[in-house]
T-cell receptor
Framework: DGGITQSPKYLFRKEGQNVTLSCEQN?????MYWYRQDPGQGLRLIYY???????QKGDIAEGYSVSREKKESFPLTVTSAQKNPTAFYLC????????????FGPGTRLTVL | AQTVTQSQPEMSVQEAETVTLSCTYD???????LFWYKQPPSRQMILVIR??????QNATENRFSVNFQKAAKSFSLKISDSQLGDAAMYFC????????????????FGKGTKLSVKP
């Protein structure tokens, strides 16, 4: 089945540690996105990539890093510089036009202990 | 900057009844796209309906329809014949049709409306 997968579903991290969230899609989409969701809030954009080997900062990129070495994969690293990383993280993808609808993965819940 | 406002943090509807969720947005653009996403307890975001701003006709998808008022910058979602499975958070989202400030037309979300369906 075509879709977007995110792993793990739940992730626990100690303060001061970096952690990487996985996002994979087999929809042949060029564009991929990472969003953060906090309780009572809508989604906020962290990073996005329109094409392989290129990515751009979103509204809340500080403390995060990404890579886009393959079309299918867009991993997100939450670094120790992120002050409040506990949140729900959603990955999305779309075809590479501004008309495109974004489709979302199931999300990863990150908790910092 | 564009903003999206959902003024109803929570709504409740009786099963089989109709409910309308409100959304307003602010933009200086003339061409853009609007979306309603549903987030059930599983937390996966599911596209409900989409509206192109250049289309005057309101979008419909089965029991879901929108009332798009471009001049008023209003985009409400109507759910008819509500079902228990409709219970979820509903998010309104905006996307510009052109590059705007380097955003590449990324989605801007409201804070959501939690819909409860009573049996």
């Amino acid at each position: 089945d075509g879709g977007i997968t995110q792993s793990p579903k739940y992730l626990f991290r100690k303060e001061g540690q970096n952690v990487t969230l996985s996002c994979e899609q087999n929809l042949n989409h060029d564009a991929m996105y990472w969003y953060r969701q906090d309780p009572g809030q809508g989604l906020r954009l962290i990073y996005y990539s329109q094409i392989v080997n290129d990515f751009q900062k979103g509204d809340i990129a500080e403390g995060y890093s990404v890579s886009r070495e393959k079309k299918e994969s867009f991993p997100l690293t939450v670094t120790s510089a992120q002050k409040n990383p506990t949140a729900f993280y959603l990955c999305a993808s779309s075809i590479r036009t501004l008309r495109a609808t974004q489709y979302f993965g199931p999300g990863t819940r990150l908790t910092v202990l | 900057a564009q903003t999206v406002t959902q003024s109803q943090p929570e709504m409740s509807v009786q099963e089989a009844e109709t409910v309308t969720l409100s959304c307003t947005y602010d933009t200086s653009e003339s061409d853009y796209y609007l979306f309603w996403y549903k987030q059930p307890p599983s937390r996966q975001m599911i596209l409900v309906i989409r509206q192109e701003a250049y289309k005057q006709q309101n979008a419909t998808e089965n029991r879901f329809s929108v009332n798009f008022q471009k001049a008023a910058k209003s985009f409400s979602l109507k759910i008819s014949d509500s079902q228990l499975g409709d219970a979820a958070m509903y998010f309104c989202a905006y996307r510009a049709s052109m590059n705007y400030g380097g955003s590449q037309g990324n989605l801007i979300f409201g804070k959501g409306t939690k819909l409860s369906v009573k049996p």
